[in-house]
């Protein structure tokens, strides 16, 4: 069996992947552990040109290797927190009013995939298979080409793929999908992401786009494979082949721990805060794309037009600060601690606040076994490649008497969860109908609601993600 080399921005360290971190750090590791191989990334720590140039730094895991280096101060600023952050993920998110395009942080963000490529080289094999991880690393399969490597190359992109008049904002939009065309395959999280993607070859760029049509589970026997579409594209001399590959989570573990910790004295503390209030969960990184603002407008609406929920329902929202150093992350933070702030001065009693906005980071089995106690959990982005976090609140509930998911049919997951609440983040009165609904929704149909969502979970956890990722890559052809 050919080793795995996973390439993503950031690497788990070897105690992330034994479960508390987060499910895709144990997804990765799992396929890594069987294959043995070598993860390489960014250790996430600034350091000097000396200490970066003497890197990577190995941490041998049984099979595995944790490779990693750090970043000097320029090298972050210009492709970590400029072009990465201030670039791609806005415009990828469909927020170009929040992107900035600056030329140097541009050649830093390729700069930077040259030298990762080129510090890489040395601890390829040749028959090793190398899986690379998201929107910072998109010229990365170029270097590694351009330094001669044969092997197969595939990319998964984790966030949306913007449609190519959005795509087009970015100055340097042609490079970057020529760039990507160095990959052997490309995996997409939904449809619309990889049509996204072949309307931007076939129009923008000439190529040829061959739709090879869906892939159904009663022809190929899997698992999980409805509604996944493959593309072959030919262009700038190269073929490639794209994919769907609808990322998932490992639902039955998450519904084992959050029933676990459920009579744990953190949720019991909360139960008691609450006396007898209804529960709203929300938990996201604090992201302009979540769509959080929006969010709490509807719970507003909510307390506004409906009285009788008033002192009868609690939002609490857990939103750990991400890349605070990045303006338009410092704008969003403001604006959300002013927002809630109103809302509560306006709702609130001597024994009641309607928000409960939390800006910190709590333990992943903790943050299930909260899920597991509400009645709704309101998921609610502006645009997101998939959303986790949807599909853990769905596998945390109680089967007896589970809670109701309303989703954004902007976030990835809302293709597949079809026993959710679907809304549109845009449209505040809509969202409070949908709360209110599910706020009053009988057993039965909640029930109901659940077991279709959990089948979805378990016909795709995270396994069969990873598994038919790297299945795919493995069977195209060696590149020449
Ligand atoms: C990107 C794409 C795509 C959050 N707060 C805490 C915490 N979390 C965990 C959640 C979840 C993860 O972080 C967030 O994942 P999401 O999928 O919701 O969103 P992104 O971080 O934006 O991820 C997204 C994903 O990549 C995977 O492909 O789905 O669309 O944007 O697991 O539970 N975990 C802990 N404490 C917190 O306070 N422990």
Same mark, same amino acid.
């Given at each position: 069996?050919?080793?795995?080399?996973?390439?993503?921005?950031?690497?788990?360290?070897?105690?992330?992947?034994?479960?508390?971190?987060?499910?895709?750090?144990?997804?990765?590791?799992?396929?890594?552990?069987?294959?043995?191989?070598?993860?390489?990334?960014?250790?996430?720590?600034?350091?000097?040109?000396?200490?970066?140039?003497?890197?990577?730094?190995?941490?041998?895991?049984?099979?595995?290797?944790?490779?990693?280096?750090?970043?000097?101060?320029?090298?972050?600023?210009?492709?970590?927190?400029?072009?990465?952050?201030?670039?791609?993920?806005?415009?990828?998110?469909?927020?170009?009013?929040?992107?900035?395009?600056?030329?140097?942080?541009?050649?830093?963000?390729?700069?930077?995939?040259?030298?990762?490529?080129?510090?890489?080289?040395?601890?390829?094999?040749?028959?090793?298979?190398?899986?690379?991880?998201?929107?910072?690393?998109?010229?990365?399969?170029?270097?590694?080409?351009?330094?001669?490597?044969?092997?197969?190359?595939?990319?998964?992109?984790?966030?949306?793929?913007?449609?190519?008049?959005?795509?087009?904002?970015?100055?340097?939009?042609?490079?970057?999908?020529?760039?990507?065309?160095?990959?052997?395959?490309?995996?997409?999280?939904?449809?619309?992401?990889?049509?996204?993607?072949?309307?931007?070859?076939?129009?923008?760029?000439?190529?040829?786009?061959?739709?090879?049509?869906?892939?159904?589970?009663?022809?190929?026997?899997?698992?999980?494979?409805?509604?996944?579409?493959?593309?072959?594209?030919?262009?700038?001399?190269?073929?490639?082949?794209?994919?769907?590959?609808?990322?998932?989570?490992?639902?039955?573990?998450?519904?084992?721990?959050?029933? !676990? *910790?459920? @009579?744990? #004295?953190?949720?019991?503390?909360?139960?008691? $805060? /609450?006396?007898?209030?209804?529960? =709203?969960?929300? %938990?996201?990184?604090?992201?302009?794309?979540?769509?959080?603002?929006?969010?709490?407008?509807?719970?507003?609406?909510?307390?506004?037009?409906?009285?009788?929920?008033?002192?009868?329902?609690?939002?609490?929202?857990?939103?750990?600060?991400?890349?605070?150093?990045?303006?338009?992350?410092?704008?969003?933070?403001?604006?959300?601690?002013?927002?809630?702030?109103?809302?509560?001065?306006?709702?609130?009693?001597?024994?009641?606040?309607?928000? !409960? *906005?939390? @800006?910190? #980071?709590?333990?992943?089995?903790?943050?299930? $076994? /909260?899920?597991?106690?509400?009645? =709704?959990?309101? %998921?609610?982005?502006?645009?997101?490649?998939?959303?986790?976090?949807?599909?853990?609140?769905?596998?945390?509930?109680?089967?007896?008497?589970?809670?109701?998911?309303?989703?954004?049919?902007?976030?990835?997951?809302?293709?597949?969860?079809?026993?959710?609440?679907?809304?549109?983040?845009?449209?505040?009165?809509?969202?409070?109908?949908?709360?209110?609904?599910?706020?009053?929704?009988?057993?039965?149909?909640?029930?109901?609601?659940?077991?279709?969502?959990?089948?979805?979970?378990?016909?795709?956890?995270?396994?069969?993600?990873?598994?038919?990722?790297?299945?795919?890559?493995?069977?195209?052809?060696?590149?020449?």
């Amino acid at each position: 069996m050919a080793r795995l080399i996973v390439v993503s921005n950031r690497v788990a360290t070897p105690t992330e992947t034994k479960g508390s971190a987060g499910g895709l750090a144990v997804g990765v590791f799992g396929a890594l552990k069987d294959a043995g191989g070598v993860w390489f990334g960014w250790s996430g720590d600034v350091v000097s040109e000396t200490v970066a140039n003497a890197g990577p730094t190995l941490v041998q895991e049984g099979a595995v290797t944790f490779a990693t280096v750090g970043l000097t101060k320029k090298d972050y600023d210009q492709y970590y927190r400029g072009f990465s952050n201030a670039t791609l993920w806005p415009v990828f998110h469909y927020r170009n009013d929040l992107a900035r395009y600056e030329r140097d942080e541009y050649a830093g963000y390729r700069r930077v995939n040259a030298w990762l490529a080129h510090k890489l080289m040395k601890l390829i094999e040749p028959d090793d298979i190398i899986w690379v991880h998201d929107y910072h690393l998109i010229p990365f399969a170029e270097a590694l080409r351009s330094e001669g490597l044969r092997n197969r190359i595939g990319f998964f992109l984790h966030i949306p793929f913007p449609s190519p008049q959005v795509l087009q904002t970015i100055p340097p939009h042609d490079e970057l999908v020529k760039s990507l065309c160095c990959y052997d395959l490309l995996g997409f999280q939904t449809r619309n992401d990889q049509q996204a993607f072949h309307d931007y070859m076939a129009r923008e760029a000439r190529g040829v786009v061959r739709e090879l049509g869906e892939k159904t589970g009663e022809k190929t026997g899997e698992k999980g494979r409805q509604g996944e579409h493959e593309g072959e594209i030919e262009a700038y001399g190269r073929k490639l082949r794209t994919g769907v590959y609808r990322i998932g989570v490992f639902p039955d573990e998450i519904a084992e721990q959050a029933a !676990r *910790y459920e @009579s744990r #004295q953190h949720v019991l503390d909360l139960k008691q $805060s /609450l006396e007898g209030r209804k529960l =709203i969960m929300s %938990v996201d990184r604090l992201d302009y794309s979540k769509g959080l603002v929006e969010r709490f407008h509807a719970f507003e609406q909510l307390l506004e037009h409906s009285p009788e929920w008033r002192g009868k329902v609690t939002l609490v929202q857990i939103a750990p600060p991400t890349r605070s150093d990045v303006a338009s992350y410092k704008v969003i933070r403001e604006e959300l601690e002013r927002e809630a702030g109103r809302i509560n001065g306006r709702y609130s009693g001597l024994d009641y606040t309607p928000i !409960r *906005y939390l @800006s910190q #980071q709590y333990d992943r089995w903790k943050l299930m $076994s /909260l899920f597991r106690e509400s009645q =709704i959990g309101y %998921v609610t982005p502006l645009h997101d490649g998939m959303n986790l976090v949807a599909k853990e609140y769905v596998a945390a509930q109680n089967p007896d008497d589970p809670g109701v998911l309303v989703l954004s049919i902007f976030a990835g997951a809302a293709a597949e969860l079809s026993g959710a609440l679907l809304v549109n983040p845009h449209d505040a009165t809509g969202m409070s109908e949908a709360l209110e609904r599910a706020l009053a929704m009988p057993l039965a149909e909640r029930r109901e609601r659940h077991e279709t969502n959990m089948a979805a979970l378990r016909r795709n956890d995270l396994g069969v993600w990873r598994d038919r990722f790297l299945r795919d890559l493995a069977s195209v052809p060696q590149p020449r």
